[in-house]
């Protein structure tokens, strides 16, 4: 070498380096580049093996792709379609009228699909006895199949007579009866009585019971009985399930006919009831004719009958064709797997001369790594790699030993001079480490600082939620007192009003209509004020409530499945909602993570919280319901809520996400704030999902609301599925108490206590 690639240091280089390099042969690179091409020549005679396997593998491969799959795949397909054209006659019997365009569209595209997989296999082995019998099993399915098609319309069309027919008959003999039956009241009281309407004088007895009148009133009831019969056989007529069913009632017909023509003529005569004829003769009408109940009848049970004959050869012809078709798939199945099993033997033999290649490479290979790399190369680089180790470790002080005159002899040499430069740098590396422990210190220094600032804040916290609760829970027991005494007087009250007004009932005789009326008027307003006064204390009380839950503590932590406790929870929020308003109805869809499992939670808090979500969500979607029902354009919406959970690495991911009418963006800003609700005033508190926020971040979790105004509403929950040992910024303790504020009094006041409330939207911050 003629310059030191090696940095300058105090001690000029040595000539360990060397003046000249390594001869030819002596040269590392020379005696690698020998091995690598052995291995070359070895890794081209495989080539050439491969090669040459190869191009037998891919004639065998076209073999298959070219001859075997595809008529395997014909076959397959054949099959395929051959199931669909089986099927197709079925579907057409029982194809509803507004969907046999449909299924008729089906069929014949079925029928297309199977002549095209047919034809090729047809055209490759046409005097193949399996492909004959396809054929012509097919070409009947296929004329069944067509006879069926064109009956269908015909069919459809005497279903829709029948029903029309099954309208008109009950319509046209309520109409006659409309005219017999108020005949045979005014003959019989004509009869009874001799008035035939209520200006004429009375008849003499001995005329209006005289044998024509008889007569006539024997024929009108007649008439109503055939009427009733005639109706009676047409509507057996449309329902009867066989031929033979119909052919006796045509008979009955006709005679009932004959009958109701005696009557009609006897009745005609008297000219005493106008309009029935013509009335009769419409309902007659209908049995008689081509289009005639029975004959309409007839048509469609002849249809029905043909069809079940043509179904019945169907089955026949199914088991054939399958069969069959069954016979053209084994026998390409056998095909595909002799070029297959050839292909194999191909890949085997290829596979046996890579391995015997491979095995002398390996050889080779071995000799080469223990004669040249383990005894040349490995036990000096082996000795060089020894003492950089020692210098990675600060052994700077001892020399490296050169010896040899190839490569690895300038590597030892290059790294005697990396030493002594290394023993000038170690000095300065000393001063910067100094310098980068300070800095490290310095660090961890501002981190405590930092830690000190964050506890301080928490402190502030759990000293204000402390004081909070202790006011909450005292302005709670204060309040429950006089709620009782208000609660209680008001139902008194009640009662006392029941009372007034039984003793009201007993004097009301002796009132005037001025008294009655403002007595009345009074008693309702009472009544009102009363009712106002009751929905309002209750109101007041579920908020009393609510504070003193929001000031206790919520239990000891334990492990609980998520799943089964929003399951639970869930159920409660919707029968809780059924138990009020027993018209609720949603639909809850649990799409539960299998590998959900447990969580260290607190089983009471957090079931409030799935309470609130689920209440709330059940309210939002009932009230879109009732919006739409009253709007008129409920359509196919149906009230869903839907509970999803998921386990990550880190987070269980809790949700639930309901259709309702969602959140405006200024309303969802503000629905974790106590007191704020968009329920009416008598429903809803504002305290249940500031308490649910308050729960979950005392598990460590967050809640987050994604919601689309008129579209949806999620409340998504993250907790940790390790918790982090945290203390509760609201402390343990009992803030409700029980009493009987109720005690003896007298007072009246003046007001009304109803208030108003208005929102909009839906996450309404009340707890269930």
Known sequence: MTESTAPQGPEPAASTTGAQRPAVHRRISTQLYAGIFGAVVLTIVASVVSWISFSNVDDSQRRVSEESVPELAGAFGLAEFSNALVAAAPRLTTAPSDQFTTI???????????????????RANPTDVHVQEISAAADELEKNITTITADMPHFYSLTRKIEQLQVEIPTLSDAANSIILPAIDDQLFFQVTGYRDQVSDPIDPMTRTSGGELLLYRHLNALQADVAQASELM?????????????PLTESFESVDDRIQISLSAIAESEMVPGL????NDLLALGKGDQSAFQVSVDRLEIIARQDRLLTENQALAVDLLDEVHAIVQTAQAGADQATENSAQTINTARILLVIISVIGVLGAGLISWLFVGRVLLRRIGRLSGRMRTLAKGDLEEEIEVSGRDEIAEMASALEVFRRHALEIQRLNLVEQLAQELSERNDELQEVLEELSQAQDQIVAREKLAALGEVTAGVAHEIR???????????????LLEEMAEVYEDIIDNLSDEDKDLIEEINQDLNDNLERIQSHGKRANRIVQDMLLMGRGGGETQMTDI???????????????????????????????????QLEVVPQDL???????????????????????????????????????????????????????????DV????????????????????????????????????TVNSEPGEFTEMVVELPLTRAKTTPLVGDGDGDGTGDGAGEGDGAGEGDGAG??????EGDSDDA
């Open 235 to 247: 509507g057996s007529a449309l329902i009867a399930s066989e031929v033979a069913f119909v052919e």
């Open 277 to 280: 004829e013509p009335a009769v």
């Open 104 to 122: 008729s569209a089906e069929v014949a595209t079925a029928q297309r699909e199977f002549n095209d997989h047919f034809k090729p296999l047809a």
């Open 668 to 703: 969802a800003a503000k629905i974790f704030d106590p007191f704020f609700t968009t329920k009416p005033t008598n429903e809803g508190t504002g305290l249940g999902l500031a308490l649910s926020n308050d729960i979950i971040r005392e598990h460590g979790g967050t809640i």
């Open 563 to 597: 799943n089964d406790l929003i399951h639970e929870h869930s159920l409660l929020a919707y029968h809780s909602a059924r138990a009020q308003d027993p018209e609720f109805q949603v639909l809850l869809e649990e799409e539960f993570d299998p590998d959900m499992g």
């Open 607 to 665: 079931g409030r919280v799935f309470l609130n979500f689920v209440a709330n969500a059940g309210y939002a979607t009932n009230k879109k319901q009732k919006e739409l029902i009253d709007a008129g354009t409920v359509g196919d919406y149906t009230p869903t809520v839907v509970l999803k959970s998921r386990r990550t690495d880190e987070n269980a991911i809790l949700s639930v996400r309901d259709n309702g009418s969602g959140i405006p963006p």
């Open 481 to 495: 007192n006089p709620l009782n005494f208000i609660n209680n007087f008001s139902a008194a009250s009640a009662e």
């Open 756 to 761: 108003e409330g208005d929102g909009a939207g």
